[in-house]
């Protein structure tokens, strides 16, 4: 067996792979260049430079497995990976030690302006009482987000005589508590507490712009906030003017929304006390050298018939199983991103119900792509593998159950959410050969295909609403795909729901124009992996 690396990964990769296979190092190459070279290779393990395209994983007729020495896979055509049975490893825990200390790092910084400090000092200057600190000890520090660089953070906290008080509706009260640390649960409660505030949340609907002018406003004057998380969480223009106003007194950032190009963000020239960093959360020779020797040993797992830890995409699965339900685990994944999204409140409990010929079929991958579907946009690096895994954690009860009634489809599922707060219930189906369809929302029948951008908006049945909400999305340079009008299986209250499938997302101030349309009720836009 070979071994191909490339995009100068510690060399102690290859050390743990020698004995397995026989290991080549070679610099980045472009895409046609590695489509021909890649040809006698069992493996590929690269970082972010190389670029893993469909046309390279389609050349590698004898790869099984291609590893990423890092978090993000953006860089490999995962779906392309996983349609060639190709395994897709990630090392999701390689840097968590790193970004956790540069958190702790840029606050302490902020705190004793060591940056503006050492620029003065260097330039002749013995300013001492100017750079005059703060100390961090009985200091209330807010993490949102408790993952493991957030538990991480807040152990370091702790050890430095600070408070720390958490919010993250998918952990547990008794989780928190067992460090000695303070659980909210809003947001509401969380913002005013807080001396220093830092995240560690995935960027998603919704944890974008998460910091903004409301928030910000409603954070305790002369908070500090430190992002190493990802760029776009915080309103770089609403921080901004908080720290030049004084409603921010300091504010340490490593991560932007125009990288690498610095200069595209209003932090750049802020004139508030800010210290910025090139996104070094991960950039450690330590983490580095993790990651490396974390990848090397899952893809020596696969090549000597084991299983990869931290899998991405389907093939970590056996073959066998996912091949007779194949042609529902997109569906499935997005019944549970559709469920997820038109849900409120902390979740619960997952109930899944499947009918048809699923019910004589072996339907653990599809449970799988649940939970995969409604975790993902609010637990970072989910996969086929962990998603069981972050259920369990989060204390959530699954209950899958097969149904022998009559089924006019060829095989259906139901996945039922209950939240602290409501209870929501989506239905999809294969209504023929390769035709998989969303066909139930609620109390609605439908029959529609599951795409990127979705709005459903519930609506009295009066004249002209349909042409109100198309007006809305026409002056909003939105294309409309598709649209159906669902109704209710017991029409009683005299509502009705479009479904309607747009070419790009919907702004939130358009959302609020639909929203304030007479007749209609809680528009929503949704975003699915179709």
Same mark, same amino acid.
């Given at each position: 067996m070979k071994v191909l690396i490339t995009d100068k990964i510690n060399e102690e990769a290859g050390k743990i792979l020698n004995g397995t296979a026989d290991v080549e190092f070679i610099p980045t190459l472009q895409e046609d260049e590695l489509a021909e070279k890649i040809k006698d290779f069992d493996a590929l393990? #690269?970082?972010?430079? *190389? %670029? #893993? *395209? =469909? =046309? +390279? &994983?389609?050349? $590698? =007729? %004898? &790869? %099984? +497995?291609v590893g990423r020495a890092g978090v993000g896979v953006d860089n +490999?055509?995962?779906?392309?990976? *996983? !349609?060639? $049975?190709? +395994? #897709?490893v990630n090392s999701p825990d390689g840097n968590t030690n790193a970004a956790a200390e540069h958190t702790v790092a840029l606050m302490l910084a902020m705190s004793r302006n060591i940056p503006s400090a050492v620029m003065s000092t260097k330039q002749g200057k013995w300013e001492r009482s100017k750079f005059t600190g703060v100390e961090v000890f009985g200091k209330n520090l807010g993490i949102i987000g408790f993952g493991k660089i957030g538990q991480h953070v807040a152990n370091v906290a702790l050890a430095l005589g600070m408070n720390v008080i958490v919010s993250d509706p998918y952990t547990t009260k008794e989780a928190v508590e067992k460090i000695g640390a303070k659980y909210v649960t809003s947001l509401d409660e969380f913002w005013p507490q807080c001396d220093y505030i830092t995240i560690h949340t995935p960027k998603t609907k919704e944890t974008t712009a998460l910091i903004n002018r409301n928030t910000l406003n409603r954070m305790k004057k002369g908070v500090r906030i430190i992002n190493c998380a990802r760029g776009g969480i915080i309103d770089e223009e609403a921080l901004k003017e908080a720290l030049e106003s004084g409603q921010v007194q300091a504010a340490a950032i490593d991560v932007f929304e125009a990288e690498p190009d610095i200069t595209k963000s209003p932090l750049y020239n802020c004139e508030g006390n800010i210290t910025i960093t090139p996104h070094l959360g991960a950039s450690t020779q330590e983490a580095q050298y993790n990651v490396a020797i974390d990848v090397a040993q !899952?893809? =020596?797992? #696969? &090549? *000597? $018939?084991g299983s990869a830890k931290a899998a991405i995409n389907i093939p970590a699965l056996k073959k066998d199983i996912i091949e007779p339900v194949k042609d529902y685990m997109q569906l499935a994944e997005n019944l549970g991103q559709l469920v997820q999204q038109i849900s409120k409140g902390n979740l619960k409990n997952i109930n899944i119900i499947v009918s048809g010929n699923l019910a004589d079929l072996n339907v653990a991958p599809l449970e799988v792509a649940v939970q995969k579907g409604i975790f993902s946009s609010l637990v970072e690096g989910v996969n086929f593998v962990n998603a069981p895994l972050i259920a369990k954690q989060r204390g959530i009860n699954i209950v899958t159950s097969k149904s022998q009634k009559d089924c006019t489809f060829i095989g259906s599922i139901s996945v039922t959410l209950a939240t602290d707060s409501d209870e929501n219930t989506v239905t999809g189906a294969l209504i023929a050969q390769n035709m998989p369809r969303i066909v139930r929302i609620n109390d609605y029948n439908m029959s529609i295909e599951a795409e990127e951008h979705m709005l459903f908006v519930p609506h009295e049945n009066k004249p002209a609403m349909v042409a109100k909400v198309a007006a809305v999305i026409g002056e909003n340079n939105i294309n409309i795909n598709r649209m159906q009008v669902a109704q209710k299986s017991n029409q009683k209250d005299n509502v009705s729901i479009m479904i309607i499938t747009i070419d790009k997302d919907v702004n939130d101030q358009a959302m609020e124009t639909i929203n304030k349309i007479d007749g209609v009720k809680n528009a929503q836009y949704i975003k699915l992996k179709a």
């Open positions: 393990m #690269v970082r972010s430079q *190389t %670029k #893993v *395209t =469909k =046309k +390279i &994983l389609e050349a $590698g =007729k %004898k &790869l %099984k +497995i +490999i055509d995962v779906e392309a990976a *996983t !349609q060639n $049975g190709i +395994i #897709v !899952q893809i =020596k797992d #696969v &090549l *000597t $018939g």
